[in-house]
């Protein structure tokens, strides 16, 4: 440890002493989502368990709520409701990293933990430079930095980021998020047998490349995988344009299904795929579990969108994680679902059964909260179903067209309403809510698709109101959910 990181870590735990009675008091803090102790938080890192441990890194900005020269933040748990909180893993404290300690992951191997992550550089005539770095513990709390291993080849610019390792074969792997020369977004892999020399593969796709056409100027947070089979990419692309229904954040996250040929590195892939339909979701990362599930949390927020307009930034933080989820392979697609473990949060239990509501709008006794978990299941729509949530946020259902829509104020401009949609393959049959303070996240028919997104009602605002054109038909189950606990 160096003077300026001893530096840093001082400064960033006065930091959160000074703002934690703020942020604490805060009726938009969180109960079951991890958020920043002061300042912003963004993506999660390094997500892997460890002989039976659970370790989240996670971007961490600590000193005020804008991007900067970002922290390596660090929790643990054994089973996903009980977090401990650890020392910061990482600090922009070095020549490679001064700017930033930007997004990547975590492998173990002969009994160590290593981190691989980009560092930021800002040189002397502001031109951004870039580094692969890794750095390796014997406990999995303090790291020792090894420096870059992975300096920027030809052909891309500085934009060359958040590296996802993982070992197939008995050899190692490294995909890097990119932008060529042509300013086309690309996912580059390594190669390895030591972890420390890496040789360049290529692109094994991107913007432009197996048969795509544009799509996005930057690939940011690239994850590979196989799940039931199935080789899948994700992937966090700028810059792709709204069409209709799709690509309606500012930037989006999604993923590619097909099959990598780790000796040519080429990925023969399908079309791309997004992840979330929300508001609010970006970054996601991936582990796979003791247990072979395939488990991920994602950032609930997106870049440059609407950051300055939260509210929580008048108590000196902003964003938060997702809930963790287990991702599934289902027919044609991946559908994700509320990690079994969350049910430990549960807590007093509400039922009701054969509800028909016909052409009429009506709060139901005791659902509502926040901090609870809501399940519907359908037994008939026969035209349009909706649920309004605090009187901020609306989530409809049009069985004509299959097409559900979550509404929400404008976030810079309360008299507008922003919208995202999804169309349905089939009819709407479940929707499980999670919802925790300012924070909402629905699986629609078992995780088929999802919407995340931050929600800012007013204070007290806490009930739910079920609207339906024509007869509708439905039994509900709701718990209050106890919340993370951290030591």
Same mark, same amino acid.
């Given at each position: ?385 909706? @649920? #309004? ?5 609306? *989530?409809?259902?049009? %069985?004509? $067209? +299959?097409? !559900?829509?979550?509404? =929400?104020?404008? @976030? #810079? ?5 922003? *919208?995202?949609?999804? %169309?349905? $393959? +089939?009819? !709407?049959?479940?929707? =499980? ?9 629905? *699986? ?44």
């Amino acid at each position: 440890m160096n003077a300026k990181d001893r530096e840093l870590r001082n400064k960033a735990a006065a930091t959160v002493e000074e703002n934690e009675e703020r942020v604490n008091q805060d009726h938009y803090r969180l109960n079951y989502h991890h958020m920043p102790p002061a300042g912003l938080l963004s993506d999660p890192n390094g997500l892997i368990q460890w002989n039976g441990v659970f370790h989240l890194f996670y971007q961490w900005m600590p000193f005020h709520t804008g991007h900067g020269e970002k922290f390596w933040g660090h929790c643990t748990s054994k089973d996903f409701v009980n977090w401990e909180q650890q020392p910061i893993a990482l600090t922009p404290s070095s020549w490679f990293d001064k700017d930033g300690c930007y997004s990547g992951s975590a492998v173990v191997h002969d009994d160590k933990m290593y981190l691989f992550y980009t560092g930021n550089v800002v040189n002397e005539q502001g031109e951004g430079e870039t580094y692969q770095c890794m750095a390796v513990s014997d406990d999995g709390i303090h790291f020792d930095k090894k420096g870059p291993v992975i300096h920027l080849p030809e052909g891309y610019t500085s934009d060359f980021r958040d590296p996802k390792v993982w070992e197939k074969e008995g050899s190692w792997y490294m995909v890097i998020g990119a932008q060529s020369k042509k300013r086309h977004g690309k996912a580059v892999l390594f190669r390895s047998e030591d972890l420390t020399h890496w040789e360049l593969v290529g692109n094994i796709t991107g913007s432009y490349e197996q048969k795509l056409g544009e799509l996005g100027y930057m690939w940011e947070c690239p994850d590979f995988f196989e799940l039931e089979g199935q080789g899948v990419l994700i992937v966090s692309p700028q810059g792709l344009k709204a069409n209709g229904m799709a690509y309606n954040n500012r930037y989006q996250s999604g993923y590619f299904t097909g099959t990598l040929d780790y000796n040519r590195g080429d990925f023969t892939h399908a079309e791309f795929k997004e992840l979330d339909r929300g508001f609010e979701f970006y970054a996601p990362q991936t582990t796979l579990d003791e247990k072979g599930r395939r488990i991920l949390f994602g950032w609930m927020g997106v870049p440059e969108q609407y950051e300055e307009a939260h509210p929580t930034i008048e108590n000196r933080w902003i964003h938060c994680l997702t809930i963790p989820r287990e991702l599934e392979w289902e027919g044609n697609q991946i559908v994700q679902k509320p990690l079994e473990e969350l049910k430990e949060m549960r807590e007093s239990v509400l039922l009701h059964s054969d509800i028909t509501i016909e052409n009429d709008q009506k709060g139901i006794r005791g659902v509502g909260g926040n901090s609870v978990e809501i399940q519907l299941e359908f037994e008939n729509i026969e035209e349009q179903f909706a @649920l #309004e949530l605090f009187h901020y946020a609306a *989530f409809s259902y049009q %069985k004509k $067209d +299959g097409i !559900l829509t979550l509404s =929400r104020p404008h @976030l #810079e401009d309360k008299s507008k309403t922003e *919208f995202r949609r999804v %169309k349905l $393959d +089939g009819e !709407l049959s479940q929707l =499980r809510l999670f919802i925790d303070h300012s924070t909402l996240e629905v *699986f629609v028919n078992g995780g088929e698709e999802v919407f995340t997104s931050r929600i800012f009602p007013q204070k007290g605002n806490d009930a739910v109101l079920f609207t339906s054109l024509g007869a509708s038909t439905f039994s509900i189950e709701q718990w209050k959910l106890s919340g993370y606990t951290y030591s």
